[in-house]
């Protein structure tokens, strides 16, 4: 595996802090989440669960993020939970936290006193603002964060209110900007022999990712929300690119860059193959919208797709989750993958998000809270049995 | 001061927006990434050249003069031209490759498969070499020569159906979501290669297939529907475990404040920011459960007060008080926020004197900065690479110009 031989301590909690470590993780890294002793992540506790019955085994987002991870119970703020701790560090290449800005100084575990006793460690914290600067102490979530990374005002119909995206896109990419910095760390200690602290911050994350900041950088142009079509509202932007019903369903609909009046081919409609149509696309975009939708209604969303496909037009079906599970490129590809659970029992679970031909992606199963103790106390840290059933019974792990 | 990766030479073809977002990060990281493009300019994202009238040539454009977009997908590399169509051309691609560690394309798998420069070739002059694809779907399975673009993989990886309202189309989240996730993904994962490659000597193929990575942005979802066989719908801002959790409209054009309330703690906060301490014991809301059932008075009470509020003024008002709440911001706020400000979030690069300014990705560091440089000039690159990196001498050069394998864009850098 790519990482193999970097050890990782996890203690951060939350959808942010689990994908940065999910994708280590994947990418063969030893991930040991070290977990609050009774309760855990709150990723555990977070619905929806197996059977709707609140169980810290069986949370989707845990069964998914924590995927191929170990668990220890330790309470990090005991004194004894401190030493040990302390002495995981001695080991680790990486630790990442999203206990919030002041978080890792006020627990004495500062990056400069960090850095003092491990010059080779990588502190990746994982906030929403970075640790510093004005906003630094916000409370958030991801509908607050979605709004300040600017993602909210361009997303949804232009004459309705401005919404979030499905799921919580904020806090994956910041988790996935926390993974590229740190792998951007690991490499450079390889020429420097320096750790780092990689400060992330999910706002600016999900803000990087929409491409219309250096639009009004640069020209001063403020986009807004368009619905499904792309955000360049010019007359002679291209089209379609948006989502329309089909007999089923939706199916997304985009334009042939090579010849895009080819459209007029496919949906046996001449003036869809008008060239005056196409030197100004973007301001037929509702005439477009109407011809098309009207071809489209005599077709279920794969057929549709089919056609367009044959003619190079890269129309693409709008899916569903249960959609997902049933497609053909997914199941041709053994994407999902069944994995026995001991709580939730044999559950598929999704494949890599990348795969590599030397290093193969880690797919396991999420562990339980604590499943990992023994390994890590007695094993890896040489404590006894009966030491170990001390620190339990005082409740440290 | 060392950086990233220094030292390291990526070869890239990808086109559009996910490939170079990707390796502009990496060229933000420190490497010298190359841009091979086609001699025929295309007309990429946010470059459309101004109107014209029908056969008559676009007129030239200044680089400073391109749209913003040419600016930050080009960003951090430098630009050569290629006409891989033509065989002396590939043989110079191949000798660029013996000089490379990474080579990178987002076409669909039969292109490079036509020109014979998959990584099974590559390895025969670079043995080490890591050679990235960003297929939409894979280079495997049905769907693998379907082409595809951003946009229409979010439709297809399930995160368009659960965008919108309840009552409208599937909706695409802002803009261009999949691409960049995909880019960041797989800058990622082609350092994790070089680690790896650093320790064995060995380097990799890397499939980046843009819906598998996307794909896993609504795993919980997914797995929702694995566990529970449940179909989850869009619901616009609507959260099914809290309320007030929405924007409300403030005073002011199109100006939205976002406000989350977790437990009645915030509830009670929120309630005396708007001076509606009577709300506060009112049965109606006095827990998430009823606040839930009752959540159309609740978000009547939260609009009536936005209504008169100035949206950034509104939130630092909650946020003072300790309730989850944001601006929704346009890019112009963000512009100008103290906090984007304070960490430095857009960099300065200078094209012909004038200041084009671009975003770093979302992290400081002690060390591992991203430091933007600007973006290449058409072919601007090509003599200098062609001739220190694959050792063409200038009549080699000239003869690849002379049958269309690439652009010369000073006649005179080429000796007669």
Redesign the interface.
Known sequence: M???GVSVLDLSEGIAGG?CTK?LAG??AEVIKIERPGSGDVLRHT??????LPNPE?S??H???SMGKKSITLDVGSPSGRSLFLRMLEGADILVESGGPKAMSRAGLG?DTLRDAHPRLILTSITY??T?????D????E???Y???????????PD????????S?AH???G??????T??????R???G?G??????????????????????????????V??R??SE?P??MYP?T???CKDG???A?YAPADPALLGVLTETPRLGDPDLWDTPRAHADEIDELLSAWLAQFDKYEAVRRA?EL?H????????????ED??FQ??G?FRDLEHPV?GL?????????????EWRVARAPTLGEHNREVYIEKLGLSVDELSALAAARVV | MVRPLEGIRVLDLTIVVAGPVGTGLLGDLGAEVIKVENTVQRQIIGAAPPRRAPGEAPPPMTQAQRAAGFHDLNRSKLGITLNLNLPLARDAFKKLAAKSDVVIDNFSPRVLRNFGLEYDDLVKVKPDIIAVSMPAFGKTGPFRDRTSFGPGIDALSGLSHLTGYPDSTPLKPGNYYCDYNAGVLAATAIMAALFRRRRTGRGQFIEVAMRDGLTQLIGESLIDYALNHRVQQRSANRDPYRAPHDVYRCAGEDSWLAVSVWNDAEWEALCRTMGREDLIADPRFSTILVRKRNESEVDAAVSAWAAHQEHQEAARKLQAAGVRAAPVMTTREIAHDPQFQHRNAFQAVDVEGQAIRLQRPGWLAERANTQISRAPKFSEHTVAVLRDIAGLDDREIRELAAIGGIVLPEVSEVKA
């Open positions: 790519a990482l193999e994908y994708v990418l063969g619905p929806p669960f197996k059977d709707d069986t989707a987002l069964l998914h993020l990056y603002f970075g510093s600067g004005p906003y630094a916000y409370v958030m979530d509908l607050t964060a709004s300040m990374g600017g993602y909210t005002y361009l997303t949804g119909l309705r209110e401005p919404i979030k995206a499905g799921g896109q994956y990419q910041g996935l900007h926390a993974a590229a910095g792998l951007a760390a690991l490499n450079l390889d020429l420097t320096e780092d602290h990689i400060d992330t911050s999910i706002v600016e994350a999900i803000c990087f990712a929409h491409a219309a900041m250096s639009a009004y950088l640069n020209t001063d142009l403020v986009f807004k929300r619905g499904a792309l955000l010019a002679r932007a690119s989502i329309l019903a939706f199916i997304h985009h496909q190079r890269p129309f693409t079906e709008v899916l569903d989750p249960s959609d997902l599970f053909a490129q041709a590809r994407f939730a559950v598929p679970h999704l494949g890599p998000p990348l795969q590599m031909s030397e290093t």
